[in-house]
């Protein structure tokens, strides 16, 4: 199989030629994984070596189908994506793919059905599918692509080949970021610890000003653990609501490096090497005790904001718990 530079996701790259070399195709694939984990890219690329119409490796990227496919503009290419609005992909959508899939191929002899986000489907719209899944057209293959498999109804799940896409090692992130931006190691190394093995998600945090910048707020404001102007980081954790998961993997991976220069002074063992100095000013703020506590501190939080435990109070209550040197965090606060 052509890879085409790809990175990683050697395991799900070995099974797939194996279907290729085989020519024992099923009718529905149903690629599983995080947003960003690479779900369209994996299955565009079986997609297309299925469709390619090279003697050698494929996807070819040289014949007609393989142009077609990469521009978008396959006759027999079909994508179904939750509307614009709305929450979920409705049952009209899958009827109208249902009668589109009654006309034979223009090419080929094979056509292809790509549902995007399949996890929200609606209950109407998975049993209209799976009508369609238990007699499948001859020329028409499935690819269904889901964050996750709970909600899809289980007699879906039986009539599909199933790929997890799993996270990629760091290293791998980083090469993956080097190859597509012009960026520092410093920043290439924390980016892909906070991007936690999604390439995508990755991506997005390298280009994203707005999440660097506070990023930096929420860093300095751990200067000020132990007095109340901790609560000034609040500030971050309300313009940042729809993503405050990430904010905890910031502080964790914050404190894991405190505790490691308070520990062993290797800073080859540090990832935020970005902010070098401001990691030297903060580690003597903080005992090895307090560093522990508040990695518990920030777990604990994350549980009761999944529990459906109010917000505010719940982020107020957990950076006050944070014990720091308040005496040198008020005197040497920086303004941000």
């Known amino acids: 199989m052509n890879t085409r530079d790809l990175i990683g996701q050697s395991p799900l790259i070995a099974a797939m030629e194996r279907i ?36 050698g490796s494929r996807p070819c990227s040289l014949c007609s189908t393989c ?7 396959h006759p027999d290419v079909f994508w179904i994506r939750r509307p614009e609005g709305k929450t979920g992909i409705s049952v009209g959508q ?19 059905c790509f549902i995007d986000n399949a996890h929200l489907m609606t209950q109407q719209a998975q049993n209209a599918l799976l009508k369609t899944l238990e007699e499948p057209p001859s020329h028409t293959l ?30 791998m992130i980083i090469e993956i970021l080097h190859r597509r931006l012009s ?3 410093e920043d290439a190394g924390m980016i892909a610890a906070l991007s936690q093995g999604n390439p995508g998600k990755a991506l997005a945090l390298a280009e994203d000003e707005a999440f660097r910048s506070s990023r930096e707020i929420l860093l300095r404001s751990m200067s000020q653990a132990g007095s109340v102007r901790i609560l000034d980081a609040y500030e971050v954790f ?19 490096d405190l505790l490691v220069l308070k520990e062993t002074g290797e800073w080859g063992l540090v990832i935020n090497l970005d ?4 990691l030297k000013k903060q580690v003597s703020y903080f005992t090895s005790e307090a560093l522990k506590d508040m990695i518990e501190k920030i777990e604990d939080s994350r549980k009761m904001l999944k529990s459906n435990s109010n917000y505010q109070p719940t982020i107020e209550n957990m950076l006050l718990s944070f014990q720091g040197g308040t005496m040198n965090a008020a005197c040497s606060r920086s303004p941000v």
């Open 142 to 171: 499935f690819f269904l692509l889901a964050e996750s498999t709970s909600a899809l109804l289980p007699t879906i799940l039986s009539r599909c080949q199933t790929f997890r896409i799993g996270a990629l090692p760091q290293q």
């Open 183 to 185: 960026i520092s190691q």
């Open 20 to 55: 290729l070399a085989s020519g024992r195709v099923v009718h529905a694939y149903l690629f599983t994984g995080p947003a960003g984990a690479g779900k369209k890219t994996m299955s565009s690329l079986l997609a297309q070596a299925l469709l390619c119409t090279s003697q």
């Open 238 to 256: 309300a313009d940042n609501r729809h993503r405050v998961e990430d904010l905890f993997h910031i502080l964790q991976l914050w404190i894991r």
């Open 67 to 73: 142009r077609q496919f990469e521009g978008g503009s």
């Open 275 to 278: 902010q070098a100095a401001l």
């Open 94 to 112: 899958i009827r109208d793919l249902q009668a589109a899939i009654k006309v034979k191929p223009y090419q080929a002899g094979k056509r292809v």
